[in-house]
């Protein structure tokens, strides 16, 4: 099963049992990380997530995922974890809802001699982040974004 099919399937699966428990789906990530592949659901909820809520998905999930559709997956870790402050911004909807929030923005490579750049998210079109910063507003192509994620303001 190729990752983005898994991660669909995974989706789907996912998405009744976060309504079920109060949550709604954040994203699904299957990557290697430090040598081990992970299998992350990311719920979130504004009111925070606490763990029952993660790990009453986590335990409803694991045996579905023993499904024979799954047999030719590599071993993995299954995490159920909460979006976080400082969460990563993906989907549309992601970056809709955090119009106006504190970001940064870090590069595949180095834009006018910077790695990363923090602003405020004023707009996202089919990819493009604009963002404004210090008077200037600057806008940031899918090809040159690595991640985006949002800045804690505490």
């Not at 669909?8 to 990380?33: H, I, T, Y």
């Not at 963002?131 to 192509?141: K, P, V």
Request: hydrophobic share 40%.
């Amino acid at each position: 099963m190729q990752a983005k099919e898994l991660i669909r399937r995974v989706e789907e699966m996912a998405l009744p049992l976060c309504e079920q428990n109060g949550v709604s789906l954040w994203d699904v990530e299957f990557e290697k990380e430090g040598g081990v592949q992970l299998l992350t659901i990311t719920v979130d909820r504004d009111e925070g997530v606490n763990i029952d809520q993660c790990e009453a998905i986590s335990r409803a999930i694991d045996p579905m995922l023993d499904a024979k559709e799954f047999d030719s997956l590599p071993s993995y870790t299954l995490c159920v974890s909460s979006a976080g402050l400082e969460r990563k911004l993906k989907k549309p909807a992601h970056f809709e809802k955090f119009l106006g929030a504190t970001v940064e923005v870090r590069f595949y490579r180095p834009i006018d001699g910077a790695k990363a750049v923090q602003g405020t998210l004023a707009s996202y079109d089919n990819g493009s982040i604009t963002l404004s910063h210090d008077g200037a507003t600057r806008i940031y192509e899918p090809k040159d974004v690595a991640v985006c994620h949002l800045v804690a303001d505490i």
